[in-house]
């Protein structure tokens, strides 16, 4: 029932988006946010920061709606509608973003980053960043920010301890064409399809498994129907705040450096958030929904995926540059843990 609700709501919005770009209330600019996550999701609580810079220093010019649950579209979806004005921003994880510009491909590579210190430096480094941000112009959108979306980890039906217990198991996917060959590499079958429709396809046996950080047992309640989350720990994928390159591109100097304050403190108060969010939900899901948490040598996970890790440099030589980057940030602190 609440699906077919939310399903009409969203037909309603697709009816009224498609009317016409961008709408205004009481002489203001709606500026209309989608996400994927709930309300309960530290992106929501960083969406809302946002909210609250602009429409503190620019309140009288613009309003800021935010639609959370995919209800303006699967990210994929929402991502179009960005690109076409229909909507001025989306949050969606890198994943989603690699079928308009293959470099996005990187942070799908299965066991890219070694540690998590070395994946927030990475991404914290806007300097850096700023040149991929901004080389999706001519698709119409490009990247204000980053939101930290954890470390992704497989949960399902059936208990996975080695990757040998993989096989004969058919896993969600994000539609991310790195993702379905990291799966098969480990020997099960891969299925793509958008976050909102996993719930159902484990709970109805279409698949047996998907892979999440651990916000999507709780938040997205699909530790409900899988009780086994196995700690693989095979990619750190963030998520990305785009916006519509001509909405940015209208704003003046002053406003557009609004918005990327904005941007910049809602990421400050998602990751202050995100730690917290991840102790509670694995509490919740240990003690509530009754999940085994389960710790495993990553290692033969990690073997099965460096061919992957191989073929998608020669498949997609664009990523390379980063690649190599990303080796040099990992050592520093490889070689800090072995230090120790
Ligand atoms: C995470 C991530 C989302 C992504 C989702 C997925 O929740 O934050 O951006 O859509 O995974 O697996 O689809």
């Known amino acids: 029932m609440r699906m077919k609700q939310l399903a009409a709501c969203a037909l309603s919005f697709g009816m009224v988006l498609s009317l016409g770009g961008c709408s205004y209330t009481g002489g203001k600019r709606i500026v209309r946010i989608s996400h994927a996550q709930s309300e309960e999701h530290p992106e929501h609580q960083g969406l809302l920061k946002f909210k609250e810079v602009i429409e503190?220093?620019?309140?009288?010019?613009?309003?800021?709606?935010?639609?959370?649950?995919?209800l303006l579209g699967s990210?994929?979806?929402?991502?179009?509608?960005?690109?076409?004005?229909?909507?001025?921003?989306?949050?969606?994880?890198?994943?989603n973003v690699e079928t308009f510009e293959g470099d996005y491909e990187i942070f799908s590579m299965p066991y890219l980053f070694t540690s998590r210190e070395a994946y927030?430096?990475?991404?914290?480094?806007?300097?850096?960043?700023?040149?991929l941000y901004n080389s999706t112009d001519q698709s119409g959108f490009r990247v204000l920010t980053w939101f930290d979306a954890g470390v992704?980890?497989?949960?399902?039906?059936?208990?996975?301890?080695?990757?040998?217990?993989?096989?004969g198991q058919k896993i969600r996917v994000q539609q991310s064409p790195a993702s379905v060959t990291m799966v098969q590499a480990l020997g099960a079958a891969a299925s793509p399809m958008s976050f909102g429709e996993t719930y159902t396809a484990i709970q109805s046996n279409v698949i047996q498994g998907a892979e999440n950080n651990e916000l999507a047992l709780t938040n997205n309640k699909h530790g409900e129907v899988a009780k086994y989350y196995t700690y693989t720990q095979h990619q750190m994928i963030p998520d990305v705040l785009l916006g519509n390159t001509k909405f940015l591109q209208s704003l003046s100097d002053d406003e557009y450096a609004i918005f990327m304050e904005a941007a910049h403190d809602a990421t400050e108060l998602e990751m202050s958030e995100w730690d917290k969010a991840i102790e509670e939900a694995y509490n919740y899901a240990k003690d509530v929904q009754g999940v085994e948490f389960i710790t495993v040598d990553i290692e033969p996970f990690r073997q099965k995926e460096l061919s992957v890790q191989e073929d998608m440099i020669e498949r997609n030589p664009g990523i390379e540059e980063m690649y190599e980057h990303i080796q040099e940030v990992n050592k520093k602190y490889d070689s800090a843990k072995e230090g120790d």
């Open 56 to 70: 503190s220093k620019l309140g009288d010019k613009y309003e800021v709606q935010i639609f959370p649950n995919e």
């Open 75 to 95: 990210a994929q979806k929402a991502i179009e509608l960005c690109q076409t004005g229909a909507i001025d921003f989306v949050v969606a994880g890198t994943a």
């Open 120 to 131: 927030h430096e990475v991404m914290s480094d806007v300097d850096y960043m700023s040149k």
């Open 152 to 167: 992704r980890n497989f949960y399902s039906t059936k208990k996975i301890e080695t990757p040998e217990d993989m096989k």
